[in-house]
T-cell receptor, first 112, second 112 residues
Framework: QQQVKQSPQSLIVQKGGISIINCAYE??????FPWYQQFPGKGPALLIA?????SEKKEGRFTISFNKSAKQFSLHIMDSQPGDSATYFC???????????FGQGTRLTINP | DAMVIQNPRYQVTQFGKPVTLSCSQT?????MYWYQQKSSQAPKLLFH???????NEADTPDNFQSRRPNTSFCFLDIRSPGLGDAAMYLC???????????FGPGTRLTVL
């Protein structure tokens, strides 16, 4: 019940296209859903996050869509650029747990 | 700039030789975490401190220990590194439970 399932494992998108990564969770106590971006040899960086009281959050080219009834959330990268090529992790937490549960990660490649 | 700092960035040790990795933060966050990340995998939580309270994950080997002498610093001690302990070790902090964690750049550990 603590798992967060992420798909796809890898994704190749053409420059200018839309990248979509999906995550699903079981634990209804989760109330915070961040996305992290990680470049090779670097630590993960918090990209964008959402709470379940809203269905969508947008920051620049990055959008989180959240479906509470389906227990799913997704990251959309609009106008994908080669510089977006990285590994993306979704995660979930609840205030009492003090820790994140990570998805398995998606390696995104944007072809020029 | 407020940040999470890890030293050293690269550490080479010999099989069985104790090693200590350090983490410091200028964010004044009360929660600090240590993760192990192996290639193409999500970060795996080893333990975390909520203020001075130590929280060990059930599957963290006894070979891994941690110290947090004050709010700003946290150390990871690997008492007898094995070849399987070669990985990236990530320190993270958070201000509060159930919110985003901010990661340091990581320490790449090589065991010879």
């Amino acid at each position: 019940q603590q798992q967060v399932k992420q798909s796809p494992q890898s994704l190749i998108v053409q420059k200018g296209g839309i990248s979509i990564i999906n995550c699903a969770y079981e634990n209804t106590a989760f109330d915070y859903f961040p996305w992290y971006q990680q470049f090779p040899g670097k630590g993960p960086a918090l990209l964008i996050a959402i709470r379940p009281d809203v269905s969508e959050k947008k920051e620049g080219r990055f959008t989180i869509s959240f479906n509470k009834s389906a227990k799913q959330f997704s990251l959309h990268i609009m106008d994908s650029q080669p510089g977006d090529s990285a590994t993306y992790f979704c995660a979930a937490s609840n205030q009492g747990a003090q820790k994140l549960v990570f998805g398995q990660g998606t390696r995104l490649t944007i072809n020029p | 700039d407020a940040m999470v700092i890890q030293n050293p960035r690269y550490q080479v040790t010999q099989f069985g030789k104790p090693v200590t990795l350090s983490c410091s933060q200028t964010l004044n966050h009360n929660v600090m975490y240590w993760y192990q990340q192996k290639s193409s995998q999500a970060p795996k939580l080893l333990f975390h401190y909520y203020d001075k309270d130590f929280n060990n994950e059930a599957d963290t080997p006894d070979n891994f220990q941690s110290r947090r002498p004050n709010t700003s610093f946290c150390f990871l001690d690997i008492r007898s590194p094995g070849l399987g302990d070669a990985a990236m070790y990530l320190c993270a902090t958070s201000r509060d439970t159930g919110e985003g964690e901010f990661f340091g750049p990581g320490t790449r550990l090589t065991v010879l």
